[in-house]
Nanobody, 121 residues
């Protein structure tokens, strides 16, 4: 069983940066691929980025390529999402998830509670 706790969300102006963190419980963190998803009001949950066990393999949504960076520190059981050049359309609740290395949410079996990111113009 994996418990995920997100932090780092907040309010930022367009063009600014935020770094999201996702702390995982237990000692099996390194066995799971991890992902970030986001959901805006009235929209479906969408893929942001995913990272493999070691961290060398990553996939990004086209909408965030070149702006966001996913990383992990297995020694600290923590997943990160560095978000730069933020846009108002990035506003959403951001969720970390464990168990998949795909671009859809259905294969992920563990989810965090979500953290709100709001980008003002």
């Amino acid at each position: 069983q994996v418990q995920l706790v997100e932090s780092g969300g907040g309010l930022v102006q367009a063009g600014g940066s935020l770094r999201l963190s996702c702390a995982a419980s237990g000692r099996t963190f390194s066995r799971y691929a991890m992902g970030w998803f986001r959901q805006a009001p009235g929209k479906e949950r969408e893929f942001v980025a995913t990272i493999g066990w070691i961290g060398a393999s990553t996939i990004y949504a086209d909408s965030v390529k070149g702006r966001f960076t996913i990383s992990r520190d297995n020694a600290k059981n923590t997943l990160y999402l560095q978000m730069n050049s933020l846009k108002p359309e990035d506003t959403a609740v951001y969720y970390c998830a464990a168990g998949g290395f795909t671009t859809t949410p259905y294969e992920y079996i563990y989810w965090g509670q979500g953290t709100q990111v709001t980008v003002s113009s």
